[in-house]
């Protein structure tokens, strides 16, 4: 079975600009959470999506949204991009949002800004 | 304070040697807790979970103190292959949003 994948792998980006960033979770799982990894730090939270509902939200300005799909695919949008969102951006997946449920980490998009 | 501390980085330690890291957690409320590894340039992988009995696979083995707030993950007989980025994970709230230590890097020498 495949993993989570996420697209693109790669992006280089201005300040201003906008991106999208998108998330297939393992088949079957229907919660997508959204990281974000700077370097020399662990994954902050930025959002989680169960049944296409937003679920929770971390400590991220509203420039930064997002979406669930009925197939359960996620994008990840920013607007208004800053050079501080230059960072690796981690889609997680999990069969449900449940303490302790097990999720399941993409390879990540890495987005540079200039 | 940060939510999830772990110990400074990094440990360099020989081949055979026995590591261990500790991570503390400020949420009294937290309920779940892992060990999750992340090579260079990769995504974290969970390593194992963390249970107040202590659990055990292999030559890792995971210690919770949920009085003290404190978590450790012990590595015996280290391999190259253990470099790595061992980040120390605690899920707190509904749901499961992750909070992150910052990571310790272990290298592991021949």
């Known amino acids: 079975d495949a993993g989570v994948t996420q697209s693109p792998t790669h992006l280089i980006k201005t300040r201003g600009q906008h991106v999208t960033l998108r998330c297939s979770p393992i088949?079957?799982?229907?919660?997508v959470s959204w990281y974000q990894q700077v370097l020399g730090q662990g994954p902050q939270f930025i959002f989680q999506?169960?049944?296409?509902?937003?679920?929770g939200r971390g400590n991220f300005p509203d420039r930064f949204s997002a979406r669930q799909f009925p197939n359960y695919s996620s994008e990840l949008n920013v607007n208004a991009l800053l050079l501080g969102d230059s960072a690796l951006y981690l889609c997680?997946?999990?069969?449900?949002?449940?303490?302790?449920?097990?999720?399941?980490f993409g390879p990540g998009t890495r987005l540079l800004v200039l | 304070r940060k939510e999830v501390e772990q110990d400074p980085g990094p440990f360099n330690v020989p081949e055979g040697a026995t590591v261990a890291f500790n991570c503390t957690y400020s949420?009294?409320?937290?309920?779940?807790f892992f060990w999750y590894r992340q090579d260079c340039r990769k995504e974290p992988k969970l390593l194992m979970s963390?249970?107040?009995s202590g659990n055990e696979d292999g030559r890792f083995t995971a210690q919770l103190n949920r009085a003290s707030q404190y978590i450790s993950l012990l590595i015996r007989d280290s391999k190259l292959s253990d470099s790595a980025t061992y980040l120390c994970?605690?899920?707190?709230?509904?749901?499961?949003?992750?909070?992150f230590g910052a990571g310790t890097i272990l290298r592991v020498k021949s």
């Open positions: 997680a997946s999990s069969i449900l949002q449940a303490l302790g449920v097990t999720q399941y």
């Open positions: 088949s079957g799982h229907k919660s």
């Open positions: 999506y169960y049944e296409k509902e937003e679920r």
């Open positions: 949420n009294s409320a937290s309920q779940s």
């Open positions: 963390v249970y107040s």
């Open positions: 994970v605690v899920n707190a709230e509904y749901g499961n949003k992750l909070v």
